[in-house]
């Protein structure tokens, strides 16, 4: 997820995008989805949320065991589209395991089924001598900073500060 996009990062959009990726690897558009396209082609309106759901639900049949990556949840649209999206890809009849990251969010409205917590927070340490490293290899940074410790300090504390509420 992208905090940019998060407006457009709808249900729906995330749906298609999961969709669109598992019928790339089968290498060929199923016919379900072609006449899906020329149905609302010729009404000029879009899927609905269902359609896209019953496409997904036709394309997973297609694999044995599905991987769901989704970081950064908390950047989606809103609390009831992050319930809906999880409730989508865990009614799927394939087997759907999914990974999620996320800042924290509350939980219990999500009804997550046999979910493994983990909490993950940043060594301050590890991210200084990251950020520090990185200022010295981007080339930009490096030609900005390399005569200015005050400039590269002030970037590597502010990274660093930044990153205590990951």
């Given at each position: 997820?992208?905090?940019?996009?998060?407006?457009?990062?709808?249900?729906?959009?995330?749906?298609?995008?999961?969709?669109?990726?598992?019928?790339?690897?089968?290498?060929?558009?199923?016919?379900?989805?072609?006449?899906?396209?020329?149905?609302?082609?010729?009404?000029?309106?879009?899927?609905?949320?269902?359609?896209?759901?019953?496409?997904?639900?036709?394309?997973?049949?297609?694999?044995?065991?599905?991987?769901?990556?989704?970081?950064?949840?908390?950047?989606?649209?809103?609390?009831?589209?992050r319930a809906?999206?999880?409730?989508?890809?865990?009614?799927?009849?394939?087997?759907?395991?999914?990974?999620?990251?996320?800042r924290f969010?509350?939980?219990?409205?999500?009804?997550?089924?046999?979910?493994?917590?983990?909490?993950?927070?940043?060594?301050?340490?590890?991210?200084?001598?990251?950020?520090?490293?990185?200022?010295?290899?981007?080339?930009?940074?490096?030609?900005?900073?390399?005569?200015?410790?005050?400039?590269?300090?002030?970037?590597?504390?502010?990274?660093?500060?930044?990153?205590?509420?990951?």
């Amino acid at each position: 997820m992208q905090h940019e996009k998060r407006q457009s990062q709808t249900t729906i959009n995330l749906i298609a995008s999961i969709w669109k990726q598992l019928v790339r690897s089968l290498g060929s558009l199923p016919q379900d989805a072609r006449n899906l396209y020329s149905q609302h082609a010729k009404q000029g309106s879009r899927p609905s949320i269902i359609d896209m759901f019953d496409l997904l639900e036709s394309v997973s049949s297609e694999f044995s065991k599905i991987f769901v990556v989704i970081d950064a949840f908390d950047e989606c649209k809103d609390d009831d589209s992050r319930a809906e999206l999880y409730k989508l890809l865990t009614d799927l009849t394939t087997a759907v395991n999914v990974l999620i990251t996320s800042r924290f969010i509350d939980l219990e409205a999500f009804e997550f089924k046999d979910m493994t917590e983990m909490h993950l927070s940043t060594n301050e340490e590890d991210v200084r001598r990251y950020v520090s490293n990185r200022v010295t290899s981007i080339k930009a940074l490096r030609r900005r900073s390399h005569n200015d410790e005050t400039l590269r300090k002030e970037i590597i504390n502010k990274v660093v500060e930044n990153s205590k509420d990951m």
